[in-house]
């Protein structure tokens, strides 16, 4: 694993270069994308390097690593509203070849067509990932089993404590998402995670110095050949 440490503007720069790389390489790079805060400002950064042309998604395809049960793209928590809000209606990208999985569709078999469409479309060439405070990559809770395909799984309570900021009350957070699974993200052929602030800098300790351990699902990347971890300096700060 690679280890950046930078403030958080500057860590949105050197990660948003990272995919300028990679589009002027491969323009029709399959991307993999996710939701929460931290991207926030990467998101922004690509809107703007695509709006002065230095950027263009023409010929991406993108597949979302998660999305909430029972909320459909129209919804404005769901993952898909997100998605469309924050970065797929401020580049060029071709709506049609975004992906986020159902929140509608609750068949377990369909949720694992996810991953062949994902081998069908070439594979994710590069994965982005964010750190939930309990070491969750995706919604892959503590104890998924690191063989895991795309899958519906039970939010745990700190999980939907978390999110409950983006709800009127925590009742109103959804109980069940459907989530890329371990192994979908581990074969990804590059991914990138950030982590930003305090709050995130005991497990970022844990997932990159600590024992490889489906107790902190972030901890499989240890295993992978091309991981990049971008951190602010809050982040990092018990590394
Ligand atoms: C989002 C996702 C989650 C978040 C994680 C961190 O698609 O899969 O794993 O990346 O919960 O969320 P933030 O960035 O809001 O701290």
Do not use: W
Request: hydrophobic fraction near 40%.
């Amino acid at each position: 694993m690679k280890i950046y440490v930078d403030t958080p503007e500057k860590t949105a720069e050197a990660v948003a270069k990272k995919y300028v790389a990679l589009l002027a390489e491969k323009p029709n790079a399959v991307l993999g994308f996710a939701t929460g805060s931290t991207p926030l400002g990467l998101y922004a950064e690509l809107a703007k390097l695509c709006a002065e042309n230095k950027i263009s998604f023409k010929d991406v395809s993108t597949f979302n690593l998660d999305e909430y049960l029972g909320l459909d793209g129209t919804h404005d928590q769901s993952y898909r509203y997100f998605m469309n809000k924050n970065l797929f209606e401020k580049i060029d990208i071709d709506i049609s070849r975004t992906r986020v999985p159902s929140g509608i569709d609750t068949d377990p078999e369909k949720a694992a067509q996810y991953d062949k469409d994902i081998e069908a479309a070439g594979g994710i060439d590069l994965q982005l990932l964010g750190l939930g405070n309990n070491g969750h990559i995706g919604f892959n809770e503590p104890g998924t089993p690191f063989g895991s395909v795309t899958h519906i799984v039970e939010l745990t309570d700190s999980t939907r404590q978390a999110n409950k900021r983006f709800f009127n009350s925590i009742d109103e957070v959804p109980t069940h998402s459907v989530t890329m699974g371990i192994k979908t993200v581990m074969n990804a052929r590059r991914i990138i995670l950030m982590a930003l602030g305090k709050g995130k800098a005991d497990i970022v300790k844990k997932f990159i110095q600590g024992e490889v351990t489906p107790e902190v699902p972030a901890s499989v990347l240890q295993l992978h050949p091309d991981v990049e971890v971008y951190l602010d300096f809050d982040a990092a700060s018990l590394l």
